[in-house]
């Protein structure tokens, strides 16, 4: 069990190593392009940093290896890092020839925005580092000198267009991504997990195995589901709705778009706009497209008076949701526009919280091991001070009555978490769940909010034993995400090879000549009929050549008959994984795959 804050990616000497050589790349650039180079913005992030330039040509691989070893001539002349702060006319005047720096400083000292574009609690103060002959306007932190860096744990990996600040309407830049570690060893290690990534990539996969695909005609970030993406949504959908009935949920509906009072009432108006699509006006009303399920469900627990009886009320739904998310930041199904959410809300009792809270946090638990996911974080999200009034509903006393009820269950249950300042949602604190593939690759999963906020915005009530009315606490809770983000994380996880329970294609039967396509028909429609996935394979290809298509699909079962498997009504089966069964009864064999099936076993 743990009790303690996290350690802010920010705060590690990891972090100060590559937003360091962010700078010395960006260095290395400018010295390239001498009087040419404009420079954008350039943080570190997860495993590396990026820096966006607009250059007066595109970038070729040479480039980065000439880049990359002057950045190594750089770190050898063990330069200090030297901050120093400046008023802004000082800052506008040393910038004066880089419109995007120009740009963030306007963005700070006018609008108080950082270099994001996102607002900021309190005004920073404009400061800048210097090495060598490089300066950039930066908040740090940064290592002492360059030397702290180690030049052969260092590598450029790629270069991509970004537009400035995820905004297609601005122009496109060039996104030189690299990564910096402590050891040449750790640097080995991560490409190689990179190579696997690449393996992996959803994107790829997904098109290989026919799961999902884009259109530009229907639009970016807008996934259309194949017929076997659609199996697995299916499948998915199953699971949770056969999880949620045996705990007590109550499955409704709700509209794809609502008048725009609904989302000035529920306080996402004006605050998420950024977020939503634009309104459509019809009949002089304002109607927008749903971009979260919460405000329908609080009118459904609104619909009829409540007794403390009726709780806890747990409504569930599939729900379509979506969101205008910037064209730069669509990454396949992990950042899309349109959604289909696996969430619920919880209405509860003050009484009540802590068994309904922990039986959120079990059902996690239960899907973590479905889905064998043996490495998560849960992350307690908590408000800041500063955010009152900005970034969170302002009351402070609730906050920290309902921050202590979240810890001491989380306590109570002996559940590790790590505390996260100032990462709440705006109406209350969170459990965000992060989660790792079986390639280390770190993914935000689920969540958990507590909301004191938003019942009493819709005047939610129930009576309570005492004949008094009285505000529910609301849980919202998601533990499968969105069906996007979460098959996007499991074509990865599992390189495509499926549970056999999730496989879009259970069995393949593979007949070794046409003489045995009538009983190939007739195995494929008993498998049918037992509820199993079964295509035949009837084409003109030789049975080799089945076999290899079978595997490229990454088929479970492979079912090969010959005239030994008509005559007694066996199988000889070959398994993904490459072992085989030969003489399997038919009927032992469904039997044994319906288990496989009904168990959602891991295994094949």
Known sequence: MTDQKIHKYEDTEIYKIRHSTAHIMAQAVMEMFPGEAKIAIGPPVENGYYYDFDLPRTLTPEDLKAIEKRMRQIIGGRFTLQKQVLTTEEAQELFSDQPYKLELIA???????????????ELPELSIYQHDSFIDLCRGPHVAHTGV?????????????????????????QRIYGTAWRTSQELEEYLEMI??????????????????????????????????????????????????????YERVRTPHISKEDLFKRSGHLPYYADSMYQPMELEGVRYYVKPMNCPFHHKIYASQARSYRDLPLRLAEYGACYRYEKSGELFGLMRVRSMQMNDAHIYCSEEQFESEFMAVIALYLDYFRIFEIDKYIMQFSTYSKEGLGKKYVDNEPLWQKTEKMVRQVMLNGNVPFEEAPGEAAFYGPKIDVQIWSAIGREFTLATNQVDFAQPGRFDLSFVNSNGENETPLCIHRAPLSVHERLIGFLIEHYAGNFPIWLSPEQVR???ITDSHHEYVVNLEQRLKDAGIRAHADLGQDRMNAKIRGAQLMKVPYMLVIGDREVEGNIVSLRKRDGSRQNNLPVEEFITLTKEQIDNRSPQI
């Open 195 to 248: 190579e696997e990534a690449k393996k992996r990539d959803h994107r790829k996969l997904g098109k290989q195995l026919e799961i999902f695909t884009f259109d530009e005609e229907v639009g970016p970030g807008l996934p259309l589901w194949l017929p076997r993406g659609g199996i697995m949504i299916e499948e998915i959908e199953r699971l949770a709705k056969e999880k949620e009935l045996k705990t007590g």
């Open 149 to 173: 860096i180690n030049p052969s744990a260092i590598k450029l990996t790629s270069v991509a267009g970004a537009y400035w600040r995820g905004d297609e309407n601005n122009p496109m830049l």
């Open 107 to 121: 963005g700070i000292v006018e609008g108080g925005f950082d270099e994001y574009g996102e607002p900021l609690d």
């Open 509 to 511: 039967i593979i007949p």
